[in-house]
C-alpha cells in the first residue's frame, strides 16, 4: 500500500483500495475466520479484561516494598511469582497493574487519532483543490517528521506533575499518529468521491455533511478500523518507549516504567531476566494480538492476500474440490462462498467477475472453488477469463459498475 | 537490454518532468524543514511551567554562573525585553550560522560539538542497518509472495511478533542471550575504550564486533515491516497482465519473479518516510540499551539532565537526516518509475 508521500502513490493507494467496499451491505466488516484473526481477537480481548481488572487481581500492593534488608532483586519464588524488583515490589503485581495505564494510554491516542485522521483525511478528500492541498501538505509533514524524538522534546518540557496522567500521554501520542491514517482515508474518500451513489445523492441535492456522515463514511468503515488497530499499536510501542525513557513518572505503574527500572538495575547485564521479560513480553504479546487483527482487516480489504494465505488443506476445507500443488504464478483465486445455483440465471460454478475484484489491469481472478477446480483440472496452463475485461485504469469505472453476471465461456485459452 | 543504453535513456527522461517533479519535493521538504524549526521554536514557549527553573532545579550542586543563567533565559525566551518575533528571527539567525546553542550538561560546550561526536556512530549503525533490513526483508517478501500457500507463510506471524516487540526489548533479549550468557560479542559500547583510534584491522574490527549485536537488533525488528509490505504487493503485482504474457511466453519462472519484484518495489520505496521515522525511533531506543555512543544515548543524557538545547539540536538534527533519506528515497523512485518522468 503506498505510504509515501509521492503524488503518484494516491493513484496508486486508491486503486488498491479501490477493492474494499464493493461486497454486499450484510457483509461489511465480517472478518474471515483465519487462525491469525482469531488469535488476534483473543489475545486483544484477554489484554482488555486485564487492563480493567488487574489492578483488583494483584497479589500485592506493586508500590510495597518487601524487604528493607535485601539489596539485589530477588528471582521468581512461591511468595513472588515473578520475583521482585530492585527496589523489592513485587513484579507479578506490577505486570498485572501495569497493563491498565499501557492500554489506556494507546486507545486514548488511537480514539483521537482516528477521529483527526477523519476530520483531516475525509475533508480533504472530499473537498479538493486548495484545501485537499494544504491539508495533505499537513498530514505529509507529520508523516516524515520523526516521531518519537519529536515527543522526547515535548516530554522532555512537560512538567513531572503532569506526567502521570494518562489521558493526557494519550492526546499528546495522538498528534504525533493520525497522519497516516488520514493519508489513506483521504486516498479512499477520492476514489469514493465519484462513484455513482455519491453523485447522485449530490444531484440530489444533499448536504456535503450528509454525504460525508451517510454516503462515504459507512463505506470506510474497514479502512478505519485498521487505522484505529495501527495508531493504538503506535500507541503501544510509543508510550512503552516515553516510559522506558522515564519520561512519565517512572512511579506510575506501566510496562515501559518496569522496563525503565529494569535498565536501571543493569538487568540485562546481570541476569535478572524476571525484571524484563515479563513486561517485554507483554507489550510483544499486546502488540502482536493488534497485529494479527490488522491482518485480518488486510484480508478483508484485499481478498487476494485471503487467498494467498491458503495451505492447500485450507483450501480443500474451503470448497476447492482439488486444490493446485501450488499457485501458479499471475493468478490468485478469490475463494468466496459457492454461490445459490441459478438464482441469477448464472449456471452454477460458472467464474464470475465481481466488480471490484479487478486487478489495475484487469487480470485474472475468478471467485467459486468449482470453477477453479474445472480449470486446474486440464493438462495445459490455461486462462480463466470472463469475456469482458475490466480494464479501466485507474479502475474507477468498473469498479463502480454494477456486478456483471454475464456468463463467461469458462475455460478458454490464452486471450488473444 | 544492455544497462548502458538504459541509463542513457534515463538521463535523457531525466531532464524534462522529472526535474519538475523532483524541484516540487524539494520544495515540500524545505517547508517542512522550516516548519520542524518553528515547532521546535515554540515548543519551549506553550509549555505550561518555566524550563529557566526547571533547568535550574537539576543544576543543583554546580556552580550557576550569570553567563549560564542569560543564555538559559535567551534559548526559552523568558528574556522579555525581545518580542516573541524578535526571537524567533533570532532563533533562525543562530541555526543559520549552525549555533544550536549551549549544553549544560556536557560543560558547556556548544551543541554542536557534543552532536559531531555522536553523529558519526548512529549514522553507520543505524544506515548500515535500514540497508541491510530493507534489502533483506525485500527479498524475503518476494520470496513469501511467490511461494504462497508454502511453510514460508508461517514466517508472518513470527515476524509480526519481532515487529510488535519493541525494539529495546529485543535489545535486552540480545545482551542477555548473546553477550551475557554466550559471550560472543560485547554487551555495550562502541569500542574498546584502550583501543588507539587508527585506520588498522585491530581498530576495525573491534569496532565491528561491538556494532554487530545492535545492528542485528535492529535489522531483526525492522524487516519485518517490508517483509509484509513487499508481499502484498508482490501478490496484487503477481496478477498483472505483464506478469501472465511473461508467463506465457515460457520464460523461466525466476525471470517472471523478477518482473513482478521490479514493479512491486515501488510503493516499498515510496513507503520509505513513514518507516524511516519508525526505524530511527527504534535505533535510538537500541542505542540507550547498548550504551551505544550515539544521537539516541546522548539524547537520553540530555533528558535526564534537562538540557534542552541539547535536545532541540538533536531533534533538528534528525529530522534533517530524515527529511535527506527521503529525499534520496525520492530520487531513486524517480529513476525507476518512467511514470514520474512523463508527468506534466
Known amino acids: 500500500m503506498a505510504i509515501g508521500s509521492t503524488d503518484l502513490d494516491d493513484a496508486q493507494a486508491a486503486d488498491l483500495l479501490q477493492l474494499v467496499p464493493e461486497a ?10 483465519s487462525p491469525k484473526v482469531l488469535i488476534g481477537l483473543a489475545g486483544l480481548t484477554g489484554f482488555l ?77 472530499y473537498a479538493g483543490g486548495l484545501g485537499d492541498d494544504l491539508l495533505s501538505m499537513l498530514a505529509n509533514f507529520f508523516l516524515v517528521l520523526p516521531a518519537l524524538p519529536l515527543l522526547i522534546v515535548i516530554f522532555g518540557f512537560l512538567p513531572p506533575s503532569q506526567g502521570s496522567d494518562d489521558v493526557l500521554i494519550g492526546l499528546i501520542i495522538a498528534i504525533t499518529g493520525w497522519a497516516f491514517g488520514a493519508r489513506i ?21 444533499e448536504r456535503g455533511w450528509r454525504i460525508i456522515s451517510f454516503e462515504i463514511l459507512p463505506n470506510l468503515i474497514p479502512i478505519l478500523a485498521s487505522s484505529f488497530l495501527f495508531t493504538v499499536l503506535y500507541g503501544v510501542g510509543t508510550y512503552t518507549a516515553l516510559a522506558f525513557l522515564g519520561l512519565v513518572n517512572p512511579n ?32 510483544a504479546l499486546l502488540g502482536t494480538s ?63 467477475r465481481t466488480a471490484g475484484r479487478c486487478s489495475r489491469s484487469g487480470g ?40 456483471s453476471p454475464t456468463p463467461s465461456p469458462g475455460c478458454s485459452g490464452p486471450p488473444g | 537490454m544492455p544497462v548502458t543504453t538504459d541509463l542513457a535513456r534515463v538521463a535523457s527522461d531525466l531532464t524534462g518532468a522529472a526535474v519538475y517533479v523532483i524541484s516540487r519535493r524539494i520544495g515540500f521538504y524545505l517547508l517542512t524543514a522550516i516548519a520542524a524549526v518553528t515547532v521546535i521554536f515554540f515548543i519551549p514557549r506553550v509549555m505550561p511551567g518555566n524550563p529557566v527553573s526547571a533547568v535550574l532545579a537539576k543544576m543543583q550542586g554546580t556552580v550557576v554562573t550569570k553567563q549560564t543563567l542569560s543564555a538559559l533565559q535567551a534559548e526559552f525566551g523568558s528574556d522579555t525585553r525581545e518580542g516573541l ?43 548500515t542497518a535500514t540497508v541491510i533490513s530493507f534489502i533483506l526483508g525485500t527479498l524475503l517478501g518476494i520470496l513469501v509472495a511467490w511461494r504462497r500457500g508454502s511453510w514460508l507463510d508461517t514466517l508472518l506471524p513470527a515476524t509480526t511478533f519481532f515487529q510488535a516487540a519493541p525494539y529495546f526489548f529485543l535489545a535486552f533479549l540480545a545482551i542477555d542471550l548473546f553477550a551475557i550468557k554466550l559471550g560472543w560479542f560485547p554487551a555495550g559500547s562502541a569500542r574498546n575504550t584502550l583501543d588507539f583510534p587508527a585506520l588498522d584491522w585491530t581498530y576495525i574490527s573491534d569496532i565491528l564486533d561491538h556494532a554487530i549485536l545492535p545492528a542485528l537488533t ?90 534542552y538545547a541539547l535536545l532541540q539540536g538533536i531533534f533538528l538534527v534528525i529530522t534533517m537526516a530524515v527529511l535527506v533519506a527521503n529525499l534520496a528515497a525520492d530520487f531513486v523512485y524517480v529513476f525507476l518509475d518512467p511514470r514520474t518522468r512523463q508527468e506534466a
Not at chain 1, 494479527?292 to 476445507?317: C, H, T, V
Not at chain 1, 479502475?395 to 463502480?400: N, S, T, V
Open chain 1, 185 to 205: 482515508l483521504r486516498a479512499q474518500t477520492l476514489s469514493l468521491r465519484t462513484r455513482d451513489y455519491v453523485e447522485s445523492a449530490r444531484v440530489i441535492g
Open chain 1, 49 to 125: 479484561v486485564l487492563a480493567v481488572i488487574g489492578p483488583w487481581i494483584a497479589p500485592y500492593n506493586p508500590a510495597e516494598t518487601f524487604s528493607t534488608t535485601a539489596s539485589f532483586p530477588q528471582p521468581p519464588s512461591a511468595a513472588h511469582l515473578l520475583g521482585t524488583t530492585q527496589q523489592q515490589q513485587d513484579v507479578f503485581s506490577q505486570l498485572l497493574a501495569g497493563g491498565r495505564s499501557t492500554i489506556l494510554v494507546a486507545f486514548v491516542a488511537g480514539l483521537v487519532a482516528t477521529v483527526l485522521s477523519v476530520v483531516v483525511g475525509v475533508t480533504a478528500g
Open chain 1, 364 to 403: 485474472c481472478a475468478w471467485t467459486t472453488a468449482p470453477a477453479r477446480a474445472r480449470c486446474t483440472r486440464s493438462s495445459t496452463p490455461t486462462w480463466c477469463c470472463t469475456a469482458e475485461r475490466c480494464s479501466a485504469w485507474p479502475g474507477r469505472a468498473a469498479a463502480a459498475s454494477p456486478p
Open chain 1, 290 to 352: 493488534l497485529a494479527l487483527l490488522n491482518f485480518g482487516i488486510d484480508e478483508f480489504i484485499n481478498p487476494r492476500l485471503r487467498a494467498a494465505g491458503l495451505s492447500r488443506r485450507r483450501a480443500r476445507r474451503a470448497g476447492a474440490a482439488r486444490p493446485p500443488r501450488r499457485f501458479v504464478l499471475g493468478v490468485t483465486p478469490v475463494l468466496r462462498s459457492v454461490p445459490p445455483a441459478g438464482d441469477d440465471g448464472r449456471p452454477r460454478g460458472a467464474p464470475i
Open chain 2, 218 to 307: 535492529i535489522v531483526v525488528a525492522s524487516a519485518a515491516g517490508w517483509i509484509v509490505g513487499m508481499r502484498n504487493v508482490m501478490i496484487t503485482t503477481m496478477d498483472e497482465d505483464y506478469v501472465l504474457i511473461a508467463q506465457a511466453k515460457g520464460l523461466p519462472k525466476r525471470r517472471v519473479v523478477w518482473y513482478a519484484a521490479r514493479n512491486a518495489i515501488l510503493p516499498s520505496i515510496s513507503g520509505f518516510s513513514l518507516a524511516i521515522g519508525f526505524v530511527v525511533s527504534g535505533a535510538l531506543l537500541t542505542e540507550i540499551v547498548f550504551s551505544y555512543p550515539g544521537l539516541g544515548f546522548i539524547m537520553l543524557s540530555a533528558v535526564q539532565e534537562a538540557d
Open chain 1, 24 to 33: 454486499p451491505a450484510g457483509r461489511r466488516l465480517r472478518l474471515p475466520r
Open chain 2, 85 to 127: 518575533l524578535g526571537q524567533y528571527l533570532h532563533y533562525w539567525n543562530d541555526i543559520l550560522h549552525g549555533n544550536l546553542g549551549i549544553s549544560t550538561s556536557n560543560g558547556m560546550v556548544p551543541v554542536t560539538t557534543v552532536i559531531r561526536g555522536a553523529l558519526p556512530w548512529t549514522l553507520g549503525l543505524v544506515g
Open chain 1, 252 to 283: 506510575h505503574v506501566s510496562w515501559g516504567g518496569m522496563l525503565f527500572y529494569a535498565q536501571v538495575a543493569g538487568a540485562e547485564q546481570s541476569g535478572y531476566w524476571w525484571l524484563f521479560i515479563p513486561p517485554g513480553l507483554a507489550v
